[in-house]
């Protein structure tokens, strides 16, 4: 029986564990919390769970000697730590968070190791790159090229679950969805590079009709130059990565973005309210006229929709923190997680949506579109769940059984790859399904 290390047991775990264990995997789950390891294993006799904490380094080489294959879901600061071990160990290893350049630094030793580290093989980065794969190659195949790419996605909940001034609710880490709206952005636009620095992210969002759905706000999602050579696309003119949210979003988010109430240095807490908290992170905001003051600081009324959800949010109480030391990011991720999380039997939404321009030869044109509308089961696993940790558990089984082969550090976009993991994702029960449109331009 094959043995598989799955190292991290949070919100998104649970299905690609489920999945592994009922193809007959051994599975460790090792989890800063031994109880939350134990409740997704929920007494499979093929699975085992283990404290481990990420500072021991010791245990991790005892875990990993003990696996054939490893999957991290840690948050990415960790990923290149576990992939070290794993290439001294020679053994393979999957996770669903971007390459960065640690982990790209590490290819040339995982090839020397004979090794596959296969990354971004989640729902975004992951299904995305996969589904847009299938279309441009496709295109290729068939004499085209790709003049114009775009690719947006986002979680978010389902209509029926937007029930929070934010119309946002986390399925995956809080402090991973406010991390993410600091980092600047890079895309092409029609020939040009266009450079968005971290506090101008949310100042540079368009509307985007998704089909099917209606009208949501998308925004830069990192660096999409990268894709350029990636996806093969040299030839595109356009070629832009964006996130998706509900309208309001963006507004609120680049207020707060630039207020500090994001910033990550560890700050003294013991003993404030929400208020203090917040008056001593807002430039000139006193704890008496907080509300006031923030509003001013913004250059907005009192009555704005940016103060509302910061009110909501208890940031004007008198409510005492429940921390003594901490950064203000990690101050409102708890806060956002304690406020914002789904409530039994809400469904979360999983949306992504790709557009196409193909040239033909002769000057035809083409315009396809690829869209995924996906939502949580009803007392049962999330979406995100479902897309970030099932393609990563299939991507596992298939490499364990010799059907994806390699070395190196890899993302899904060769069809040895996104053709079976597309297959078994389509396929299974309440399977993820892309609908295609084409029209001639």
Not at 171 to 179: A, D
Not at 322 to 331: A, I
Request: net charge neutral; charged share 25%; proline share 6%.
């Amino acid at each position: 029986m094959k043995k598989v290390l799955l190292l991290g047991a949070g919100l998104v775990s649970r299905p690609g564990l489920r999945y592994l264990l009922e193809k007959g995997f051994f599975v460790t789950v090792a989890d800063q919390v031994e109880s939350r390891a134990a409740a997704g294993i929920h007494k499979h006799p093929n699975g085992r769970a283990v404290a481990w904490t990420t500072d021991d380094r010791q245990g991790l080489t005892g875990l990993v000697k003990d696996a054939d294959l490893v999957i991290s879901l840690l948050p990415a600061a960790y990923h290149v730590l576990t992939a070290e071990e794993c290439i001294t160990q020679k053994k393979p290893m999957v996770t669903a968070s971007y390459v960065s350049p640690a982990m790209r630094a590490l290819h040339a030793g995982a090839r020397e190791a004979g090794i596959l580290i296969l990354n971004e093989i989640g729902v975004d980065p992951g299904i995305d790159h996969m589904s847009a794969m299938k279309v441009i190659d496709r295109v290729k195949n068939e004499g085209g090229k790709i003049a114009s790419f775009k690719s947006y996605c986002g979680g978010l909940p389902a209509p029926e679950a937007d029930t929070n001034p934010w119309g946002y609710k986390f399925s995956w880490s809080p402090r991973g969805v406010l991390t993410a709206g600091k980092n600047p952005a890079r895309y092409l636009q029609d020939g040009r590079e266009v450079n968005i620095p971290g506090p101008e992210l949310f100042g540079d969002m368009r509307l985007l009709d998704v089909p099917g759905f209606g009208e949501l706000e998308a925004y830069p999602n990192r660096d999409s130059m990268g894709y350029i050579g990636l996806y093969g696309l040299r030839d595109a003119a356009t070629v832009f990565r964006g996130t998706l949210r509900y309208k309001g979003w963006c507004a609120a988010m680049k207020k707060i973005a630039n207020s500090g109430l994001l910033d990550d240095r560890e700050k003294d807490l013991k003993g404030m309210t929400y208020r203090e908290f917040t008056a001593s992170v807002i430039p000139g905001a006193k704890p008496e006229t907080v509300k006031n003051d923030v509003a001013a600081g913004f250059g907005v009324p009192a009555d704005f929709h940016t103060i509302q959800r910061l009110e909501w949010l208890g940031l004007f109480s008198d409510e005492r923190l429940s921390v003594e030391k901490g950064s203000p990011l990690d101050v409102m991720a708890a806060r956002m997680a304690g406020k914002m999380s789904y409530a039994e039997g809400e469904r979360d939404m999983l949306v992504m949506h790709h557009q196409f321009i193909a040239e033909y030869p002769g000057g035809r044109r083409k315009k396809l579109t690829s869209t995924l509308l996906d939502f949580g089961i009803p007392g049962g696993d999330t979406s995100m769940a479902r897309t970030v940790s099932l393609p990563a558990a299939m991507a596992a089984r298939l490499m364990l059984e010799g059907k994806i082969k390699g070395a190196g550090v890899q993302i899904p976009v060769s069809p040895a790859v996104y053709e079976p993991l597309l297959k078994e994702l389509e396929e299974m029960e309440n399977g993820i399904h892309f609908k295609e449109k084409s029209d001639i331009e």
